[in-house]
Nanobody, 124 residues
Framework: QVQLVESGGGLVQAGGSLRLSCAASGRAFSADTMAWFRQAPGKEREFVAAISWSHSRDYADSVKGRFTISRDIAQNTLYLQMNSLKPEDTAVYYC??????????????????WGQGTQVTVSS
């Protein structure tokens, strides 16, 4: 059983920064792609960023230039550095992982492993 545990969420003022972490544990696990998704109140869950085993990265247009995704493969840990936060970034952020090798990162159904989510609230 693979477990993903997010941490680092919280309340921050607009313009501030937060760093989310996602630790993977459980049976021997080699995820090709790890990603962050988010879900704001009343909205569908949406793609935020993804990083492959080879460190190829992709970002949603809404976070490009502000968010940086990274991973420590040896530690099976995923990070999301969020700078210049805006109130519209307020959401529950979910870590996801898959073993599928594909350059299409956006399909939520391709990710069988999910964390429980961490709340990020940005005040204006």
């Amino acid at each position: 059983q693979v477990q993903l545990v997010e941490s680092g969420g919280g309340l921050v003022q607009a313009g501030g920064s937060l760093r989310l972490s996602c630790a993977a544990s459980g049976r021997a696990f080699s995820a090709d792609t790890m990603a962050w998704f988010r879900q704001a109140p009343g909205k569908e869950r949406e793609f935020v960023a993804a990083i492959s085993w080879s460190h190829s990265r992709d970002y949603a247009d809404s976070v490009k230039g502000r968010f940086t995704i990274s991973r420590d493969i040896a530690q099976n840990t995923l990070y999301l550095q969020m700078n210049s936060l805006k109130p519209e970034d307020t959401a529950v952020y979910y870590c996801a992982a898959r073993t599928l090798v594909s350059s299409y990162y956006y399909g939520q159904n391709d990710y069988p492993y999910w964390g429980q989510g961490t709340q990020v609230t940005v005040s204006s």
